[in-house]
């Protein structure tokens, strides 16, 4: 199979339907909304050199930023207001749009920092869903922003959410971790460890705050102690074909085994681990994330790993595009290898008459139809286009860091 002949084959036909699709989304995140979908139209036009693709995401971000003015409220980063102004940011760090530096209300702005309170006081951290995704979208407004006004605001909003952190946090013998409630119909109360709603989100945004010199004393103690406790929760079961449970309740780890995907899982733990290691020069994480992330790579056995779609969120492209970036970061050669297996096999699941381009997104325990088509980044068929992009392009992508990834 010639991966690269197959990609173009399967660009040209997401890119089709997108445009004819994408009017169908009602909601404006990065993730689940039309603002990701936007991201795709301007990465292909750039790709393939042709422009009239960049005027389709022109036309697909105004039309977010129209259902903002028309009264859409939904605040969050996966679906809402904080997603597709993130989008924005990217659009003009790419230099796909121009913006003036002020082009946001910042009465946005005011909105989303009452969103992310309102999150801090219920505990509520979650990268998609709560305050950490408000907390991303203000990092990316305090890197981009020259005004020292603007930038002093934006560093009060990052240092309330830093704080927050260290307040609700617990901690024993130097290793410090965060309580959610696991399973809602339960109560269930313990550590998730995953990146889409874990403490790997946590520890990977902290990584990327430390970036910056003017919060790295505030945030070194915090940010490897968490990482350590990660890296101590490894499975005891050696036998298991994962490193790292999905969470830990009352400090027994939960060894009845993970996935293989971004969501949850070696994958999104161990990226952010290696990111971490690397940020605080910590040999004993990056070594101990580089190891789980390459005993992941001999996980080839698609049921075994969980897979049920080719989706970025859980399912095959997701876990191609990871591997391609650990190999562009690591130049370790079994990264791409592996990044070449899960090509094929993502290519292979194309196999949805009524699906986009042949592609489903599996919604396992609905009381009707499991499968769905859908066009957005997270699950649908902008990520999967994205991801190959990524994969075919001689030129880098940061569409990927509203998965933590780049």
């Known amino acids: 199979m010639n991966i690269e002949i197959e990609f173009k084959k399967k660009l040209k036909q997401i890119s089709e339907i997108i445009d004819a699709k994408a009017h ?38 105004t039309r977010a930023i129209d259902l903002i003015n028309e009264g859409v409220i939904y605040p969050t980063f996966c679906t809402g207001i904080a997603g597709a102004c993130w989008v924005l940011e990217v659009l003009k760090e790419e230099e796909f749009v121009e913006l003036d530096e002020d082009f946001l209300s910042s009465d946005l702005d005011a909105y989303l920092l009452q969103a992310m309170k309102a999150d801090i006081e219920t505990e509520n951290y979650d990268f998609l869903h709560g305050a950490m995704g408000y907390g991303y979208y203000f ?11 603007s930038k002093k605001a934006y560093k009060e909003y990052l240092d309330l959410l830093i704080n927050a952190l260290k307040n609700s946090s617990l901690n024993k013998d130097d290793n410090v971790w965060w309580e959610t409630e696991l399973i809602k119909d339960e109560g269930t109360m313990g550590c998730n460890l995953s990146l889409s709603h874990g403490m790997s989100s946590n520890i990977n945004f902290l990584s990327r705050i430390a970036e910056h010199s003017e919060f790295y004393d505030d945030v070194k103690e915090l940010l490897k102690n968490a990482s350590h406790y990660i890296l101590s929760c490894k499975n005891k079961d050696t036998t298991l074909t994962a490193t790292f449970p999905n969470w830990v309740v009352k400090e027994n780890a939960d060894e009845s085994g993970s996935r293989l995907a971004w969501c949850y899982g070696d994958l999104g733990i161990g990226l952010s681990l290696l990111r971490v290691g690397k940020q605080l020069n910590d040999t004993k994480l990056y070594n101990g994330a580089l190891s789980a992330l390459k005993y992941s790579t001999k996980r080839r056995d698609i049921d075994e790993a969980g897979v049920m779609d080719a989706g970025l969120c859980h399912g ?77 392009a001689p030129f880098d992508t940061k569409w990927d860091e509203c998965l933590l990834i780049g």
């Open 24 to 61: 169908e989304n009602k909601e404006i995140g990065v993730l689940s909304g039309i603002s990701g979908v936007a991201l795709f139209q301007f990465y292909y036009s750039k790709y393939i050199e042709d422009d009239s693709h960049a005027d389709k995401g022109a036309e697909t971000i």
């Open 316 to 392: 095959a492209y997701g876990i191609m595009h990871i591997y391609h970036y650990l190999y562009k970061t690591t130049n370790e050669v079994v990264f791409k290898e592996t990044a070449d297996f899960w090509a094929e096999k993502s290519l292979e699941l194309a196999i949805h008459t009524e699906g986009y381009a042949g592609y489903m997104m599996w919604r396992g325990g609905q009381k009707d139809n499991n499968w769905k088509p859908s066009v957005d980044l997270l699950e649908g068929i902008a990520g999967i286009g994205l991801s190959m992009i990524s994969y075919l």
């Open 139 to 149: 990092l990316k407004r305090y890197q981009n922003v020259t005004n020292s006004e």
